[in-house]
């Protein structure tokens, strides 16, 4: 299965868990979860999901949500036929996972090490299951940062979205949308 954007924001509260066996707290002003999309064969751009959350429990419970309402596009109608025809008014996404805790426990300060981890992606009324590689820097003793290790991609068929982005394409009066997007994801921690 592709790695998707979903599983990068997993991957990353995961591996910011791990740190010490306190609960851990998504930093939403410093992370980011960013793809792109690419219409009519060369037009490129970037768009971004505003108000993430999660947490990362003593056990290592992983729960990020990602509200779809707050996709930004930099497009106001774009964002308003996202959020209506791709995500049917959802109001979120949810990525869970469990993380053993002692693989990270031990690092320290400056510190960096790579991960592979899985997930579940519950997007409208899909169980997708995630696959990805993160890069997790212990920045402090309070703070974790996760990141996407290598390029991942959201394929539109794997979350059952194709329909909406075909509607997508007849509004716009597009000849195409890609259906595979690269996606990068930054999450901060915070004990």
């Known amino acids: 299965m592709k790695p998707t954007l979903i599983s990068a924001t997993l991957a990353l509260l995961l591996a910011a868990s791990g740190a010490t066996a306190q609960t851990w707290t998504l930093d939403a002003e410093a992370s980011r979860l960013a793809f792109g999309s690419v219409k009519n064969a060369y037009i490129g751009e970037t768009h971004t999901f505003e108000g993430l959350s999660g947490t990362v429990s003593r056990d290592g419970a992983v729960a990020i949500d990602i509200p779809l309402s707050g996709v930004a596009t930099n497009i106001d109608i774009r964002n308003e036929r996202m959020i209506e025809y791709v995500f049917a008014n959802a109001p979120r996404a949810k990525l869970t996972a469990d993380l053993d805790m002692d693989e990270i426990s031990s690092m320290r300060p400056g510190e960096t090490m790579t991960m592979e981890l899985d997930a579940n992606l519950a997007f409208l009324d899909n169980d997708v299951p995630v ?61």
Do not use: W, Y
Request: charged share 25%; aromatic share 6%.
């Open 131 to 191: 696959f990805t590689e993160v890069f997790v820097a212990r920045l402090s003793p309070r703070s974790v940062m996760v990141t996407t290790n290598d390029m991942l991609f959201l394929a539109t068929d794997e979350l059952g979205i194709d329909s909406g982005i075909d509607a997508l394409q007849e509004l716009a009066s597009l000849d195409s949308i890609t259906r595979s997007t690269p996606v990068t994801v930054r999450l901060m921690f915070e004990r």
